[in-house]
């Protein structure tokens, strides 16, 4: 059996850019230099609002802090 993989959704048209994911959990997340707005690595859009992606479980913590540090509330980890 393999190691459960932890969901990330992340509300992508309303990111501001600040940059604290890319920051806080850099395996995850990059700044896209076209729009500003941070890139959820791996992540499929779900629907118009949402990109999800499923991460390892050593990358929890780091996304958690993202998560946390989010001015405006967008990530979410399930």
Do not use: T
């Not at 997340?29 to 690595?41: F, Q, Y």
């Amino acid at each position: 059996m393999g190691v459960k993989r932890i969901k990330i959704c992340h509300k992508r048209n309303d990111c501001i850019g600040c940059g604290s994911c890319a920051l806080l959990a850099p395996k995850s997340w990059k700044m896209n230099s076209d729009d500003g707005k941070s890139d959820l690595a791996d992540a499929k859009w779900k629907g118009d609002d949402f990109m999800v992606a499923l991460i390892d479980p050593s990358e929890y913590e780091a996304n958690k802090k993202a998560a946390q540090a989010c001015p405006v509330n967008i990530i979410r980890i399930d």
